[in-house]
């Protein structure tokens, strides 16, 4: 089993910065893929972000530029960097964690509770 927390989540102005932070605790975290997702009020949950067991690294289009993913095997933990927030991207922001490195959520088999990022204008 693996079990997934995040943090870093806030309120934060248009243009700033957060950094999210994805532990893992559980069966080896080096093993898995871990993608970033986001969901806001009324819409569907949507891709973000994902690195692969190896660091092979994809961003959806919105935040290409913008957010950065990196991983840390030694701490167990998956970072999400975000700059130049937008409103657009408030959410709550969630990690998953997987065997497969997958934009689709429902590839993944672990998932964190989720942290929420509010961009105010």
């Known amino acids: 089993q693996v079990r997934l927390v995040e943090s870093g989540g806030g309120l934060v102005q248009a243009g700033g910065s957060l950094r999210l932070s994805c532990a893992a605790s559980?069966?080896?975290?080096?093993?898995?893929?871990v993608g970033w997702f986001r969901q806001a009020p009324g819409k569907v949950r949507e891709f973000v972000s994902r690195?692969?067991?190896?660091?092979?690294?994809d961003y959806a289009d919105s935040v290409k530029g913008r957010f950065t993913i990196s991983r840390d095997n030694t701490k167990n933990t998956v970072y999400l960097q975000m700059n130049s927030l937008k409103p657009e991207d408030t959410a709550v922001y969630s990690c998953?964690?997987?065997?497969?490195?997958?934009?689709?959520?429902?590839?993944?088999?672990?998932w964190g509770q989720g942290t929420q990022v509010t961009v105010s204008s």
């Open positions: 559980g069966r080896i975290f080096s093993s898995s893929a």
């Open positions: 690195i692969s067991r190896g660091g092979n690294i």
């Open positions: 998953a964690a997987g065997s497969v490195s997958s934009r689709r959520g429902v590839d993944y088999d672990y």
